[in-house]
């Protein structure tokens, strides 16, 4: 099965950006709709954004509308999430995770296949 790595997280400060990077071992990861969650302590894992293989139809959850970005290269066979205007409400592990099927996208996390180890990411005010 492929194998999901994530990248990029770390320590800033509330209006800071960050850009996170999830990248698969090999070229079935650009087949599969590749979803970013995030995961904070004593909460449920919460979808953040996913996108189609092709690169279209990128979608958000409403609590980040505006600020990430989500995008991929399939060539690369990475996954990227640029995160702007952080708050501490963004404060969690995220990770991402890749979806067996081209059209079909999911916001909940039990739907999806595989999923990397997770990046933290802390925003402080």
């Known amino acids: 099965q492929v194998q999901l790595v994530e990248s990029g997280g770390g320590l800033v400060q509330a209006g800071d950006s960050l850009r996170l990077s999830c990248a698969g071992s090999?070229?079935?990861?650009?087949?599969?709709?590749i979803g970013w969650f995030r995961q904070a302590p004593g909460k449920e894992r919460e979808f953040v954004a996913h996108?189609?293989?092709?690169?279209?139809?990128?979608y958000y959850a409403d609590s980040v509308k505006g600020r990430f970005i989500i995008s991929r290269d399939n060539a690369k066979n990475t996954v990227d999430l640029q995160m702007n205007n952080l708050n501490p409400e963004d404060t969690a592990v995220y990770y991402c995770?890749?979806?067996?099927?081209?059209?079909?996208?999911?916001?909940?996390?039990?739907?999806?296949?595989?999923w990397g180890q997770g990046t933290q990411v802390t925003v402080y005010s």
């Open positions: 996108i189609l293989w092709t690169g279209m139809s990128p």
């Open positions: 090999d070229s079935t990861f650009s087949t599969y709709i």
């Open positions: 995770g890749a979806r067996r099927s081209w059209t079909r996208p999911s916001a909940s996390a039990n739907e999806y296949d595989y």
